[in-house]
């Protein structure tokens, strides 16, 4: 880490230089960084928001990356990014990756709706590809308007012309009522969308869009799984790490793993890229997405570790 830079009250940009291993990445894609605490390693995926091609921009020095971080309270990485993340401290870094992203050419007319932090890999859009954007609109929710993360240059962008910026506050505005759209940016069923942001705001979207009729034009990002049926939750023991814990049942196995610092593969935490899968000697997991429980008693069962939480020992 390089620099810790003040966001808002709450949130830090952190600059890293990469070491020689960094392949890059594609605007809106992430990383996961570990880092120790207390002496256990943490990973956690964090948006990329730097220019790709390297070159310094919005105060980053070239060949530097950057992430943006919120304080949450149960969040154990960002809450301590924030307090007390300082130049000079070593992180591990994977390779960028995710499909958050813009395709080749542009569309000719976008429309980005964000929330919070949810805002991070749009910026990283933003940053690259603004000049590219024929027609760019955003619409962005904040509690207020000090929690608008990179406001200055939200700003700017729409000052020039290049960005049609609707800032919704929940202290003026209240909650986003999609049917506001209408009024915000009126031809939206038109927009290739790219929305990422709380679960609500997700969800909300995903059944508005096919509401309209125009899902295949909604691109979402999402960091957590939708939990629609946790469990009793139970005993998990990492026999290779010969760790012990006691996990609820709406905790993935992958965080309650690297909670106890046991480092688990891991991919894009959504049960898409099937790169967490490990064996379960013997138990139960229970799918978080359906409620789906495996189980295990001779043969190891492979399983992914994101989306499957402690349906009983395992």
Known sequence: IVEVRPETADAVTVVIRPGRGWLGHVPGQYIRIGIDIDGVRHWRAYSLTHRADG??????????????????????????????????????????????????????????????????????MLRNHLGELADAAHVHCAPTASDVLFADELQSYAGSGRLALSLNL????????????????????????????????????????AGAGVADRLHTERFRPTIIEPGEGGEITFLTSDVTVDADGSTPILDAGEEAGVLMPSGCRMGICFGCVLPMREGAVRDLRNGEVTTATGDPVMIQTCISAAAGAC
Do not use: N
Request: a negative charge; charged letters at 20%.
């Open 55 to 124: 070159a310094p921009a919005a105060g980053i020095p070239a060949g530097c990356i950057a992430i943006t971080t919120k304080a949450i309270p149960s969040g154990k990485v960002s809450t301590h990014l924030v307090r007390d993340g300082r130049p000079g401290t070593l992180v591990m870094l994977d390779q960028a990756t995710g499909d958050f992203t813009l395709p080749t050419p542009a569309p000719a007319k976008v429309l980005f709706l964000t929330a919070g932090s949810g805002l991070t890999p749009v910026m990283g």
């Open 170 to 209: 929940d202290d003026q505005h209240g909650l986003l009522d999609l049917e506001r759209l209408d009024t915000l940016v009126p031809d939206w069923r038109e927009r290739e969308t790219w929305t990422c942001g709380p679960t609500g705001l997700l969800d909300a979207a995903e059944a508005h869009w």
